[in-house]
T-cell receptor, first 110, second 110 residues
């Protein structure tokens, strides 16, 4: 079993749609949680950190459920430019190695 | 450009040859990480340095792989006797806390 599991998709949605990605992690010792975005043939870039209280950044909302070891990302009013692969990431300690899920591919269509 | 840089960006080699990749982190970032990413998967951790000390190595890092960061600034990753299974994108990241990724070196072993 992989340490971080995501639905690989692809998710094909029309512009303006709301889309949700889910992720589970197996190690309860995980301390830090992130969503990274990766465009085709580019490097991963941090989209947002995920906090226990949930956090929002514009159209993006991330939530963490430590009891269920579950992380989610909600994208509202999706744009063509949101098309990318979204990587769920955990770390056991700040500054330590990142453990990535396989990524969920999102394609937003006009 | 003050981001993480990697060289070369692409490398094609024949099986059995040795290759070396270089990573220049963001200035004053004391932590430097190497990851490997194959098609359709998230990046996998290989090793990381704090200054010049190599603090952790993945079991993925076989004896054919070696990484150095001699002066605590740039780092090199060498693969000896390359195999076709080594074909991947090799990503470098640096951080004080958040990891920032370089553009990667894409390796193809024929």
């Amino acid at each position: 079993r992989k340490e971080v599991e995501q639905d690989p998709g692809p998710f094909n949605v029309p512009e303006g749609a709301t889309v949700a990605f889910n992720c589970t992690y197996s190690n309860s010792a995980s301390q830090s949680f992130f969503w990274y975005r990766q465009d085709c043939r580019k490097e991963p870039k941090l989209l947002m950190s995920v906090y226990s209280s949930g956090n929002e950044d514009g159209r993006f909302t991330a939530q963490l459920n430590r009891a269920s070891q579950y992380i989610s990302l909600l994208i509202r009013d999706s744009k063509l430019s949101d098309s990318a692969t979204y990587l769920c990431v955990v770390s056991y300690n700040q500054g330590g190695k990142l453990i990535f899920g396989q990524g969920t591919e999102l394609s937003v269509k006009p | 450009d003050t981001g993480v840089s990697q060289d070369p960006r692409h490398k094609i080699t024949k099986r059995g040859q040795n290759v070396t990749f270089r990573c220049d982190p963001i200035s004053e970032h004391n932590r430097l990480y190497w990851y490997r990413q194959t098609l359709g998967q998230g990046p996998e951790f290989l090793t990381y340095f704090q200054n010049e000390a190599q603090l952790e190595k993945s079991r993925l890092l076989s004896d054919r792989f070696s990484a150095e960061r001699p002066k605590g600034s740039f780092s090199t990753l060498e693969i000896q006797r390359t195999e076709q299974g080594d074909s991947a994108m090799y990503l470098c990241a640096s951080s004080p806390k958040t990891q920032y990724f370089g553009p990667g070196t894409r390796l193809l072993v024929l």
